[in-house]
């Protein structure tokens, strides 16, 4: 089901080279069996990757390092050329799971037992990663489910999230204080809102639902989120409905409205967007 290891193309930095994948694997990466998974240097069986926002780049030195030394990978990412050549070890893209047209819970939970399948299936030869954007655990359904399993030994690499991104993509400052949500759950929530402080509604693409799927009538879908926004914000308020780049040769998306005008971002809107309104108080 699987192709067979492939050893990986020397880079600059290699030193020596061996015919044995295994052998390949261990000299990039050397940790240590430690009970408490949290330290830094402690090894385990599977790691939940994320890789940041903004392209394959932006992963870190030890996530760099994590994926040309594992046995297998799984990822949910459009990288899959580049996690090829860099891997020695098996690569599967999990896209085929993801967009079979179920609903969002038992596609995650489909995932979930697929990738520790495979992690089991290779446990003899090395451990395996299981690899998204962004943070390996915000908004991340199926690495939760991963990490709460007790078969293997499960340890989450951090990384950039699209909240970090997005302080670099807008100029107003929420580090002080910020009110975030996931789209359905703000909706179906409705939460006590503080207006002096700025509002993070994340995967506004996907209020409404709960299939992964690609819709139309955008506005049907968007009018209950939008309204809820309007109760909640006075109508000269700026908000900026952001899409951070996933290429390292392209600009954030930003479109701009105040509350009272928020219908205009409608057709804007799509799988990755997230909307955030401006605080009184940025500070």
């Known amino acids: 089901m699987y192709p067979r290891l492939k050893k990986h193309s020397k880079r600059a930095g290699d030193t020596g080279s061996s015919s044995d994948p295994l052998q390949s694997r261990s000299k990039y990466i050397l940790r240590n069996s430690r009970s408490d998974l949290r330290v830094p240097d402690a090894k385990a069986?599977?790691?939940?990757?994320?890789?940041?926002?903004?392209?394959?780049?932006?992963?870190?030195?030890?996530v760099d390092h994590l994926l040309r030394g594992a046995a297998a990978v799984l990822h949910l990412t459009a990288f899959d050329p580049e996690l090829r050549e860099i891997c020695s070890g098996q690569v599967e893209d999990l896209s085929g799971i993801y967009f079979c047209g179920k609903r969002a819970a038992e596609v995650y939970d489909a995932m979930a037992e697929h990738v520790m399948e495979v992690a089991l299936a290779n446990h003899v030869l090395g451990y395996s990663c299981f690899v998204t954007y962004g943070h390996p655990l915000f908004l991340v359904d199926t690495s939760w489910d991963l990490r709460r399993r007790t078969d293997l030994r499960v340890k989450p690499v951090a990384a950039t999230s699209f909240v970090d991104q997005i302080m670099c993509d807008l100029e107003h400052r929420f580090d002080y204080g910020v009110q975030h949500y996931e789209a359905n759950r703000f909706l179906r929530m409705s939460p006590r809102i503080d207006s002096r402080f700025p509002l993070i509604v994340s995967q506004v693409g996907e209020v409404g639902s709960d299939r992964i799927e690609l819709r139309g009538r955008k506005l049907a879908w968007l009018t209950p989120l939008f309204e809820e926004v309007m109760e909640k914000y006075p109508n000269d308020r700026q908000c900026d409905l952001v899409f951070s780049a996933y290429r390292r040769d392209m600009a954030p998306k930003v479109s701009s409205a105040t509350v009272g005008e928020i219908f205009t971002l409608a057709s804007s809107v799509h799988v990755g967007t997230t909307l955030v309104v401006h605080g009184s108080e940025s500070k």
């Open 45 to 62: 069986d599977l790691y939940l990757i994320g890789l940041g926002i903004g392209g394959f780049d932006q992963r870190t030195v030890e």
